[in-house]
């Protein structure tokens, strides 16, 4: 299996940066895909941004080039560098990964997530 660790949330002013770093551990080799998603009080949880095992990123709307998702196959990490936070950007923000999972017969995607790392933005 596939554990997730995040790290880098706390509390920022508006205008304000922020680094979160995932950390993933176990059966890496299976991992595709790497991304972050956010989560604020009474919402669903949304991408946020997510990186293919090719290299291939994408960024939700909302981000309108304030945030930079990176990925390092390497050492097993994903990061999102959070610029110009405002305080719409509080939530909680969680690490996922998406695992192959083999099976007799087939194959299926089961997406892994950490615990969360709370960010919160006051004016």
């Known amino acids: 299996q596939v554990q997730l660790v995040e790290s880098g949330g706390g509390f920022v002013q508006a205008g304000g940066s922020l680094r979160l770093s995932c950390a993933a551990s176990?059966?890496?080799?299976?991992?595709?895909?790497m991304g972050w998603y956010r989560q604020a009080p009474g919402k669903q949880r949304e991408l946020v941004g997510q990186?293919?095992?090719?290299?291939?990123?994408i960024y939700s709307g909302y981000v309108k080039g304030r945030f930079t998702i990176s990925r390092d196959n390497a050492k097993n990490t994903v990061d999102l560098q959070m610029n110009s936070l405002k305080p719409e950007d509080t939530a909680v923000y969680y690490c996922?990964?998406?695992?192959?999972?083999?099976?007799?017969?087939?194959?299926?995607?089961?997406?892994?997530w950490g615990q969360g790392t709370q960010v919160t933005v006051s004016s």
């Open positions: 996922n990964a998406e695992v192959s999972e083999y099976y007799v017969g087939g194959v299926r995607s089961r997406s892994t």
């Open positions: 990186v293919t095992s090719g290299g291939n990123t």
């Open positions: 176990g059966s890496t080799s299976g991992i595709n895909a």
